[in-house]
DNA sequence: TCAGCGGTTGACCGACCAGTCAATCGGGAA
DNA sequence: TTCCCGATTGACTGGTCGGTCAACCGCTGA
């Protein structure tokens, strides 16, 4: 009981400490706060973060894990559907962008000072960034050998280009150089997977019936 | 005579500290570095880096902008040559690659340091980085316009996601996520154009061409 | 020969900040 | 009531590093 009661407690200031830790890294960027900012913005006391946390790189290592854990899950989850990649794809660019909206900060930190940190944080967790690199990668190969993909290009490169895509819209709705209205995300979704997929130039001038996807694929 | 031999001096020096900076910055990161590494690292003392630049910071300023300029230009001059869109990409795209291939230290800094690091540096130059995605959007809102591109995205929605891929690929050749042979670079440079162009998805023999957007977009 | 003057030097200063630690609190068990 | 122990506090320390500055060097022109 004294056990769970106490345990409870520690979850939530630990909790707490992490929650401010996203903000304030998403405010001023890791770098630029001090732990005391973070111990303030969580209301407590500058000790406390160092009994949580080893270091203040902690903070952010376990923030990064928390999350990333999650979406290399959904993305294997994903790809072990039996759907058309395409939907696939849209499932994985709809959970990056759907995180992104529902916690724009932790994605914030998550991208700036990770994922695109590759030279700092980045390197501790490049494995991890790579693992979902993989899984993308891997729903493409399958799909070019389902035939839904031409193989002209590398799995690996594929996988670089559509996360790339994403990655720089996020980063577009995060430093206001793109629109970032429910909508946008909406359309968002849509049109990377759509631009990965079919390309950004007009196919036939008069075009391809839409058609099917509804017909067998192959044989 | 003095004054161009001083003069020529002075730049030497100069060019000496930048030049290692460029160096040590990729090497070890902004913000991990010392402004002594930079003076030790040129061979100068340390009080000179302060005489030629106010800060430290106004060496990675230096060191973006004189190469993005560059960049932008060549943007700027491809989107005005009377040749198709697929073909101005593939000028932005191998520009941007063969600026890494010749100097990949110098790339890797500006896309590590600055680009990539909208929260500190990139802040800064946000606007510069700006008019980069615009110049690329004003590619594709002319290839729109020519009938070579479809409407289904808007030019800026086009322009983040083709430089996104391209970042995407830098990355990885900088942290060994791909491989970066000289076939490699030759080989990105096409695929990554021909990707954003033409897409992932086998068009021709089944095809699974699903949705839309090919539909009714306006009008 | 010498004064003038950039270019150049590097010891030093002051600010900043991650991380430590001894003290205190508070609640449950004896 | 008292003891114990983990949770909590925040002043303090040690070290780092950006930036300053007074002195020095060596060329040039008088």
């Known amino acids: 009981m004294s056990a769970a009661a106490r345990h ?6 630990r909790r707490l400490i992490l929650d401010a830790g996203v903000r304030v890294f998403a405010r001023q960027g890791f770098y630029r706060c001090r732990v ?17 946390f080893q270091s203040k790189d902690e903070i952010l290592d376990t923030v990064f894990l928390e999350r990333w854990d999650v979406m290399l899950g959904v993305i294997a ?21 759907d995180s992104y909206r529902y916690d724009p900060e932790l994605m914030k930190v998550i ?7 590759a030279n700092s944080f980045g390197r501790t967790h490049l494995g991890k960034i790579r693992e979902a690199y993989a899984g993308i990668a891997e729903i493409v190969r399958k799909a070019q ?30 430093f206001d150089i793109l ?8 359309r968002a979704k849509r049109q990377v997977v759509q631009t990965v997929c079919e390309g950004l130039e007009e196919t036939a001038p008069r075009a ?7 017909l067998p694929r192959d044989a």
């Open 111 to 117: 991208i700036v000072e990770v994922t695109r940190a």
């Open 36 to 52: 005391s900012d973070v111990a303030d913005e969580a209301g407590v006391a500058y000790g406390l973060v160092y009994h949580y």
């Open 208 to 214: 391809s019936a839409p058609s099917s996807d509804l």
């Open 77 to 97: 989850e994903v790809d072990a559907r039996d759907v058309p990649a395409r939907e696939k794809l849209e499932a994985v660019a709809g959970f990056i962008v």
């Open 179 to 186: 629109p970032a209205g429910e909508e946008d995300f909406e």
């Open 145 to 174: 050998a389902t035939g839904e993909h031409k193989r002209s290009v590398t799995p690996q490169f594929a996988a670089m280009a559509f996360y790339g895509a994403i990655e720089q819209l996020l980063t577009g709705w995060i």
């Open 8 to 13: 409870g407690a520690a979850v939530d200031k």
